[in-house]
């Protein structure tokens, strides 16, 4: 049953990795918070994606980066310091780790637009070397065959990844610990506003009050914000995973192939990812998006294809015109906010998200200046 009254600080709608990590930073700065989610907490995007924490700037270099940038530089800083708190208030490992990560190139457009990233990497400091094939062969055995094939590898120390189905356990129990009310199946209609204020929530179990609230839908916040009169371009864009049950060790480092990957767990799974499919919310596995995964797997690492298929899924990444996700309060209405639009990076800028939003919505400084990524812009 939903409580009448002003019972909260802050109204969170959407359990995913958004919604927790800000629901929890807040928490964590005194705010009584509820977060409510139309589904199971933590199952939709926040559940289906790699877990993949690219390297990002350090602060020494943040006046000639973007505010996308310095999200993920900050980002960087806060992974392990989040890992470290959430394992020891919960007990569950997300398995952040730092593995390192290799980029490669087949074919010279994709050659050209890696040495592009190299160049950005340089101009930010962020570490990596242009590698041969004898080194390349070295550091990830199973690549040794296919070697010959890539025209360019880069090898970058500094990249981490987690386990985001862990890490989202983490978070929920961080969440109930710290007193945070967590709602699942309650769906968000309609947002009422009085004023130039947010006033409630119309949900399937009544209507929910708070004093300020943040919008973390994710693919389906557009949708939210048609009862206002915004038209919001954040749209779906679903990627499947094939998993593959491994041996422990195959895979060492994150492998980069423009858009594909592999990525591999501690237990020796791994992730075969992934598409980008305009296709609506139509959450599917195809015969078209596994298969080429597969061809994809086989020719880095021919020895994949002998491995067995554990499952394979889909999800909904948050989509922007821009690429680049909205932080920011909702135009004239002044205690509603946004967080979305995190598109591939949603798991990597999560704890760099909640601080800022954090900040903003309780009237702080925000360490990372993100005017530019306004719902206005
Ligand atoms: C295949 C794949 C691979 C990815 N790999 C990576 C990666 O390696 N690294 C990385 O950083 N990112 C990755 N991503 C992207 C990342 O997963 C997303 O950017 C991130 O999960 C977005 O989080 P979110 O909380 O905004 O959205 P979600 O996790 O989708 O959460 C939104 C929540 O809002 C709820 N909701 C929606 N509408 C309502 C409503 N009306 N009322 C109440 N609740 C509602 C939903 O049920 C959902 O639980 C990947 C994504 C995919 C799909």
Request: aromatic share 6%; hydrophobic share 40%; proline share 6%.
């Amino acid at each position: 049953m939903a409580r009448a009254g002003k019972t909260y600080d802050v109204l969170i709608v959407g359990g995913g990795v958004i919604g927790l990590s800000l629901a929890w930073e807040l928490s964590q700065h005194g705010a009584k918070v509820c977060v409510v989610d139309r589904g199971q907490l933590g199952m939709e995007a926040s559940w289906a994606g790699a877990g993949m924490i690219p390297p990002g700037p350090a602060e020494t270099h943040w006046n000639q980066s973007s505010p996308f940038e310095q999200l993920a530089g900050l980002s960087q800083r806060l992974q392990p310091e989040w890992h470290e708190r959430l394992l020891e208030l919960t007990g569950i490992d997300n398995e952040f780790r730092r593995s390192g990560a290799i980029h490669l190139a087949l074919t010279p457009d994709e050659a050209k637009t890696l040495d592009q990233k190299a160049q950005r990497w340089r101009q930010l400091g962020i570490a990596h070397q242009k590698i041969d094939k004898t080194t390349l062969s070295d550091l990830e055995p199973a690549l040794a065959n296919q070697a010959p094939s890539f025209s360019r590898a880069y090898q970058l120390p500094a990249e981490t990844r987690l386990r985001n189905p862990r890490h989202l356990h983490a978070l929920l129990a961080a969440c109930r610990l710290s007193g945070i009310e967590l709602r699942a199946g309650v769906e968000v209609y309609k947002i009422e506003v009085s004023g130039n204020r947010f006033s409630q929530v119309v949900t399937n179990t009544g209507p929910i009050q708070a004093e300020k609230i943040c919008l973390a839908a994710g693919s389906w916040s557009a949708q939210l914000l048609i009862s206002l009169g915004i038209d919001l371009p954040v749209r779906p864009m679903r990627g499947q995973i094939v998993l593959l049950r491994g041996p422990t060790n195959l895979i060492l480092r994150t492998i980069n192939v423009g858009p594909r990957y592999l990525v591999s767990r501690l237990d020796g799974r791994i992730l075969v990812g992934s598409t980008e499919d305009d296709v609506g919310f139509a959450k599917a596995n195809t015969a078209a998006g596994v298969g080429g995964l597969m061809q994809f797997a086989q020719m880095i690492a021919p020895e994949l294809a002998q491995l067995p298929i554990e499952t394979c899924w889909s999800g909904f990444r948050p989509a922007t015109a821009d690429g680049f996700p909205y932080l920011g309060r909702l135009a004239k209405i002044e205690n509603a906010w946004l967080a979305t639009g995190h598109f591939r990076a949603g798991l990597q800028l999560s704890p760099a998200t909640a601080v800022v939003m954090r900040a903003m919505m309780l009237g702080q400084e925000p360490p990372v200046d993100v005017t530019e990524l306004g719902i206005d812009r």
